[in-house]
């Protein structure tokens, strides 16, 4: 699958379950409705300008969105043993280190979501 696709499909399920129309995140963001439309259609690929912008109200750090873009590197601060169950870690140390920053990532935006849905239940 496109990288360029699935960065797009990535930002459009993050504005739905923001309950974001394309009107309403271009508001937020000054971008326009039509540029974020061709960018989650995968037609066009954001500028890391672009991703900034759209980082807080889809919920994300400038960072995750520019991690996902391939704009930077995923920041590991502690070794992945740490942070996984460890058959977890042991399986996904035998993974190509763009693999096992790609999971962490995944993992790292599953846990903001938990949290700001466990922030909102409180």
Same mark, same amino acid.
Request: charged share 15%; no cysteine.
């Given at each position: 699958m496109d990288g360029n696709n699935d960065l797009g499909k990535i930002l459009k399920q993050r504005r739905l379950m923001e309950s974001l %129309?394309? &009107?309403?995140? +271009?508001?937020? %963001?000054? &971008?326009?409705? +039509?540029?974020i439309g061709r960018v989650e259609n995968g037609e066009r690929f954001p500028s890391g300008h672009v991703l900034r912008k759209l980082a807080q109200p889809l919920g994300f750090s400038e960072t995750e969105?520019?991690?996902l873009a391939g704009f930077m590197e995923a920041p590991v601060e502690k070794p992945i043993s740490n942070h996984l169950d460890p058959q977890v870690a042991a399986?996904?140390?035998?993974?190509?280190?763009?693999?096992?920053?790609?999971?962490l990532?995944?993992?790292?935006?599953i846990?903001?979501?938990?949290?700001?849905?466990?922030?909102?239940k409180e």
């Open positions: %129309t394309l &009107v309403g995140l +271009a508001e937020k %963001t000054g &971008v326009s409705a +039509a540029h969105l520019l991690v399986m996904l140390a035998q993974e190509p280190p763009n693999v096992q920053r790609a999971v990532l995944l993992l790292l935006i846990n903001g979501l938990a949290l700001a849905r466990a922030d909102v």
